[in-house]
């Protein structure tokens, strides 16, 4: 059974479809290439990919070789990157944006994003950002919102087809938004039933700038953090409720930010789990399953929990001001 993915359409007409395939961690040689594949096959047609992740060549391989076998045409795909915040300095940009092009073998971005509000210096050739006494330094001889004025030649070279934000937290939207003419038209930002982060997303949403969800499964991966409690698709309620609908508590974690009108961007790299997490549109969560999911809230985030204190001590650093962290 072929899928169809509903698309929405974001504050400048483009249109993006709102499952996309998540692309961080996969590390096995060959693992990305095969899962990309697949992903296409299912009919996944949106790809969330960044220079940090190092492993754009391989999506871009796989994307190659379903266009090669006649399967999609690039402008079928949606495939979106990040400008990596050690590249913020304006001389430095092109060199982080027309890697992830070559790597990706594409000659234009769906949407591109500024994928931190903290630049970083660089570290040189090789080194993903300057680190000293093991820690991430931070650039503040620019800030978030000239690097977002100066990825604007992106839209107007056609490079990019949409240019966002990512990890931007309610005060640099704001200030963003008061400060800038060119509205973002997404946020990229960690949300799931531990994490919803409501306040943030309908800040966006009021604005019209799309939210798009990362960790929207709880980032198994990531939760090796002994002080994180139990995985998220562990949970008894969502549990409770997939057992009901015939589904599993995975799809249900998606619904629950689909049907709040975000996008998801969940990271599989096995065949079942890429089809599972795509089919979640045969079924609706109640207004009463919403309010016990939305109950779970603990403002757990899986991302800060690896790499909070790498950059704790930033001064734009996106989570600290709002920070309730209970772990
Ligand atoms: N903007 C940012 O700063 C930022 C930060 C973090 C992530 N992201 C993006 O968001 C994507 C998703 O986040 P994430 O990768 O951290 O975490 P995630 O999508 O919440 O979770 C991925 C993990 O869940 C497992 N999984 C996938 N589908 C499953 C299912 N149906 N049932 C049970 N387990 C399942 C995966 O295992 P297998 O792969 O082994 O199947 C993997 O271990 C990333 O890949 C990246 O593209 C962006």
Not at 46 to 61: L, R
Not at 180 to 194: F, G, L, M, R, T
Not at 204 to 225: D, F, K, M, T
Not at 303 to 312: M, R, S, V
């Amino acid at each position: 059974r072929n899928m169809e993915i509903p698309i929405i359409e974001l504050n400048n007409g483009v249109k993006m479809p709102m499952v996309g395939l998540g692309t961080s961690k996969a590390k096995k040689p060959n693992e990305l290439r095969e899962a990309v594949k697949v992903a296409i096959d299912a009919g996944y047609r949106h790809f969330d990919c960044a220079w940090i992740y190092g492993n754009e060549k391989e999506v871009g391989d796989g994307i190659r070789d379903k266009i090669e076998d006649g399967t999609v045409k690039r402008e079928d795909l949606f495939i979106v990157s990040k400008l990596w915040r050690a590249y913020s300095r304006p001389e430095l940009m092109d060199e982080c944006f027309n890697e992830s092009l070559r790597r990706l073998g594409v000659d234009y971005f769906d949407l591109y994003l500024e994928h931190f509000p903290n630049p970083t210096m660089h570290g040189g050739p090789g080194v993903l950002e300057l680190i000293e006494n093991g820690k991430s330094v931070e650039d503040l001889s620019i800030d978030y919102v000239t690097v977002w004025k100066n990825m604007q030649k992106y839209l107007e070279s056609g490079k990019a087809r949409a240019l966002g934000v990512s990890n931007f937290n309610e005060f640099q939207m704001s200030r963003l938004l008061r400060e800038c003419d060119v509205i973002p038209a997404v946020n990229q930002i960690e949300s799931h039933p531990y994490l919803n982060n409501d306040k943030l997303v309908k800040l966006c949403q009021s604005r019209h700038i799309a939210v798009v969800a990362y960790c929207p499964l709880g980032s198994a991966e990531r939760i090796n953090v002994s002080t994180l409690g139990s995985p998220l698709l562990d949970d008894p309620e969502l549990n409770h409720i997939a057992l009901r609908l015939g589904k599993t508590p995975a799809q249900v974690a998606l619904r629950f930010n689909i049907q709040r009108n975000i996008l998801v961007i969940p990271k599989s790299v096995t065949t079942s789990r890429i089809k599972e997490n795509m089919d979640i549109f045969d079924f609706k969560l109640t207004d009463d399953d919403m309010k016990v999911i939305y109950g779970l809230n603990r403002n757990r985030r899986y991302l800060t929990a690896h790499f909070y204190n790498f950059y704790a001590h930033h001064k734009f650093n996106p989570f600290r001001y709002i920070e309730t962290r209970e772990f």
